[in-house]
């Protein structure tokens, strides 16, 4: 292979331990490839990825417990939280504000600034979950949606969304929550996050991520289809009426990807594969204890440890693909392609720089 060739390779994940991106399982590979040309967004004209994506939607309803889903398989969590934001903006009166944890993924950002609506960040606790009396505080009768996180993309915490469902429920407002990294780690843990453990309107959670379906391929679920409906628009000039995704045009790889992972792991795969990420964080979290450093107990698959910047940069410098919390933590998630030997190389590395 020719430098050249070699620059433009595509990323390997051999000592990727940031990212809640991974390598796609093969099933999903190669129904991406044969589906990459169709358009789910014009479902009349392409009916049979529309057909996968409304199979993959209800799988996706197996996931988070909800018996009836309505939603559509997005490109990510960006997109799926910006429509939760945007339908309950549709579905209020007047001027709106949103309530979210300040450990909301930043895509929150995003969408109080493309749909101009007020964004209030609660803080957190001392274990990284939505302060409760906080959410109490920001919300009022003109709170759209109350945002709660399955799953934060720091620290891998997951908030009291019963709790936050009640806060919702006192204001008139809906309940979202982003569960875009955490949704297939969920399942098998004793955590209330569902559709099914409390009256959650609409929801995120990315096969992309943990779900080992190629990018982009994002979930936005909704319990009632009035939210849906208060997202579309009518389309002309396309065979089918409207459309209430928030992209127009959107491949079916991503759909067809989905569909294909979500038959092959759910729900024994997707169980083995939380069990070897929780042991692996588990595991790296009591060798990094044992080092002196301060280290998050993992809730989820993602360990954050008080590492000093010095030797931060050098295992950057040896190719190690980390990141840091907004509080400089490091942050490694044991996403699938994650191993133990991955673990067991960063730990020499991590000696050698200590």
Same mark, same amino acid.
């Given at each position: 292979?020719?430098?050249?060739?070699?620059?433009?390779?595509?990323?390997?994940?051999?000592?990727?331990?940031?990212?809640?991106?991974?390598?796609?399982?093969?099933?999903?590979?190669?129904?991406?490839?044969?589906?990459?040309?169709?358009?789910?967004? $014009?479902?009349? +004209?392409?009916?049979?990825?529309? /057909?996968? *994506?409304?199979?993959?939607?209800?799988?996706?309803?197996?996931?988070?417990?909800?018996?009836?889903?309505?939603?559509?398989?997005?490109?990510?969590?960006?997109?799926? &939280?910006?429509?939760?934001?945007?339908?309950?903006?549709?579905?209020? $009166?007047?001027?709106?504000?949103?309530?979210?944890?300040?450990?909301?993924?930043?895509?929150?950002?995003?969408?109080?600034?493309?749909?101009?609506?007020?964004?209030?960040?609660?803080?957190?606790?001392?274990?990284?979950?939505?302060?409760? $009396?906080?959410?109490?505080?920001?919300?009022?009768?003109?709170?759209?949606?109350?945002?709660?996180?399955?799953? +934060?993309?720091?620290?891998?915490?997951?908030?009291?969304?019963?709790?936050?469902?009640?806060?919702?429920?006192?204001?008139?407002?809906?309940?979202?929550?982003?569960?875009?990294?955490?949704?297939?780690?969920?399942?098998?843990?004793?955590? $209330?996050?569902?559709?099914?453990?409390?009256?959650?309107? +609409?929801?995120?959670?990315?096969?992309?991520?943990?779900?080992?379906?190629?990018?982009?391929?994002?979930?936005?679920?909704?319990?009632?289809?009035?939210?849906?409906?208060?997202?579309?628009?009518?389309?002309?000039?396309?065979?089918?009426?409207?459309?209430?995704?928030?992209?127009?045009?959107?491949?079916?790889?991503?759909?067809?990807?989905?569909?294909?992972?979500?038959? *092959?792991?759910?729900?024994?795969?997707?169980?083995?594969?939380?069990?070897?990420?929780?042991? &692996?964080? /588990?595991?790296?979290?009591?060798?990094?204890?044992?080092?002196?450093?301060?280290?998050?107990?993992?809730?989820?698959?993602?360990?954050?440890?008080?590492?000093?910047?010095?030797?931060?940069?050098?295992?950057?410098?040896?190719?190690?693909?980390?990141?840091?919390?907004?509080? /400089?933590?490091?942050?490694?998630?044991?996403?699938?392609?994650?191993?133990?030997?991955?673990?067991?190389?960063?730990?020499?590395?991590?000696?050698?720089?200590?």
């Amino acid at each position: 292979m020719t430098r050249a060739e070699t620059r433009r390779a595509p990323q390997d994940f051999e000592r990727v331990l940031s990212s809640m991106c991974t390598d796609p399982h093969p099933a999903a590979r190669e129904a991406a490839e044969r589906f990459l040309a169709t358009n789910p967004g $014009d479902p009349e +004209t392409y009916p049979t990825v529309a /057909d996968l *994506e409304r199979e993959a939607v209800a799988m996706l309803g197996d996931v988070v417990a909800l018996d009836d889903p309505h939603g559509y398989v997005a490109a990510g969590g960006t997109e799926a &939280n910006l429509q939760a934001v945007r339908a309950a903006r549709n579905l209020a $009166d007047g001027d709106v504000n949103v309530v979210a944890p300040e450990s909301a993924h930043f895509s929150f950002q995003k969408a109080a600034d493309v749909l101009d609506v007020e964004l209030r960040l609660a803080p957190t606790d001392d274990d990284h979950r939505a302060d409760i $009396d906080a959410v109490v505080d920001l919300a009022d009768d003109d709170t759209a949606v109350v945002v709660g996180v399955a799953g +934060t993309t720091e620290y891998g915490r997951v908030d009291p969304i019963p709790a936050l469902a009640d806060v919702a429920a006192d204001v008139g407002a809906r309940l979202h929550v982003d569960a875009a990294w955490g949704g297939f780690f969920l399942p098998f843990t004793d955590h $209330d996050w569902s559709f099914s453990d409390a009256p959650v309107d +609409t929801m995120t959670i990315d096969p992309h991520k943990v779900g080992q379906a190629p990018v982009p391929a994002g979930g936005f679920l909704a319990r009632d289809p009035e939210t849906l409906d208060a997202l579309a628009i009518a389309t002309p000039y396309l065979e089918s009426d409207t459309q209430p995704t928030l992209g127009g045009t959107r491949s079916g790889g991503g759909v067809a990807g989905a569909h294909a992972v979500l038959s *092959e792991l759910w729900p024994g795969g997707y169980r083995e594969q939380y069990e070897r990420s929780q042991a &692996n964080a /588990d595991y790296l979290a009591a060798e990094l204890s044992a080092r002196g450093y301060d280290v998050v107990d993992p809730e989820l698959p993602l360990v954050a440890a008080d590492l000093p910047d010095d030797e931060f940069h050098a295992l950057r410098d040896e190719g190690w693909r980390i990141s840091r919390t907004a509080s /400089d933590a490091l942050r490694v998630v044991c996403m699938p392609h994650v191993t133990r030997e991955m673990l067991d190389a960063f730990l020499v590395d991590v000696d050698a720089v200590a």
